[in-house]
C-alpha cells in the first residue's frame, strides 16, 4: 500500500470516524431522551432520514476512497486537500443534525428546521465535492462509468436543496430524505448493475 495514500487516509479516517461516532451517539442520546419518562421529545422522520443518508455517505465515502490507491500514484496537495475536505463536511453534516444539548430539544422537527439553512448549502456543496472527487478518480470517464443512478443523484441534490432551503414544511423535508436514502443505497451497492453504460 501507498504510503502517500495511507498518509492522507489516516486523515480522512479519523475524521469520518468522528463523524460516524457522532451520528451513533446522537442516535443514542435521541433514543435516551425520547424515551425517558420525565419528558417527551417529538421525533423527526426528517432528521432520522438525512442521518441515515449521510451515515451511509460516509460508509461509502471510505470504500470508494480505496479506489484512490490504484488510481492515484502520485499526490499533489490538491488531491490531498479535497479528500480531507470533502470528509469535513461529511463530518459538518452530521454536527448540524444531531443536537448537542439534547436538554434543551422538544421538538426534533423544530431543531432540524431551525438548522436548515445551514444543512442545505453544505449538503449541496457536499454534493459538488463528490463530482470533483469523482473526476479526480478518473476524469469524465469514470464519471461517465458512474452510471445513470449516480448523474441523477448529483443533480437531483441541485433542486433538492434548494427546495430544502425555502421550505418549511416537515413532510416535505422527510419525503426528499427518503428518496436521497434510497437512491443513496442503489447507487452505493450498485442495487441495479444494468443502470450503468
Known amino acids: 500500500m501507498s504510503d502517500q495514500f495511507q498518509h492522507v487516509m489516516v486523515l480522512a479516517s479519523i475524521i469520518?470516524?468522528?463523524g460516524i461516532t457522532n451520528a451513533l451517539l446522537g442516535v443514542s442520546a435521541a433514543v435516551d431522551s425520547i424515551s425517558a419518562e420525565h419528558r417527551t421529545i417529538r421525533f423527526s422522520w426528517a432528521s432520522a432520514f438525512w442521518l441515515a443518508v449521510v451515515f451511509l455517505w460516509m460508509i461509502l465515502f471510505?470504500?470508494?476512497?480505496?479506489?484512490?490507491?490504484a488510481i492515484l500514484k502520485n499526490w499533489s496537495m490538491g488531491n490531498y486537500l479535497l479528500v480531507v475536505f470533502y470528509a469535513v463536511l461529511l463530518f459538518l453534516l452530521v454536527a448540524l443534525l444531531v443536537p448537542r444539548k439534547w436538554d434543551d430539544i422538544e421538538d426534533l422537527n423544530v431543531y432540524f428546521l431551525s438548522k436548515r439553512h445551514w444543512f442545505y448549502p453544505l449538503l449541496l456543496f457536499a454534493n459538488g465535492v463528490d463530482v470533483i472527487d469523482s473526476y479526480m478518480k478518473g476524469g469524465w470517464t469514470y464519471?461517465?462509468?458512474?452510471?445513470?443512478?449516480?448523474?441523477?443523484?448529483w443533480i437531483a441534490y441541485i433542486p433538492a436543496c434548494i427546495v430544502g432551503f425555502q421550505s418549511k414544511n416537515v413532510r416535505t423535508h422527510t419525503i426528499m430524505a427518503i428518496v436521497f436514502f434510497v437512491w443513496t443505497v442503489v447507487q452505493g451497492f450498485d442495487v441495479f448493475p444494468l443502470l450503468r453504460n
Not at 471510505?62 to 490507491?69: C, I, M, N
Not at 461517465?144 to 449516480?150: I, L, N, P, R, W
Open 16 to 18: 469520518i470516524g468522528l
Open 143 to 153: 464519471i461517465d462509468a458512474a452510471g445513470v443512478v449516480s448523474w441523477s443523484q
Open 62 to 69: 471510505w470504500w470508494w476512497e480505496f479506489r484512490l490507491l
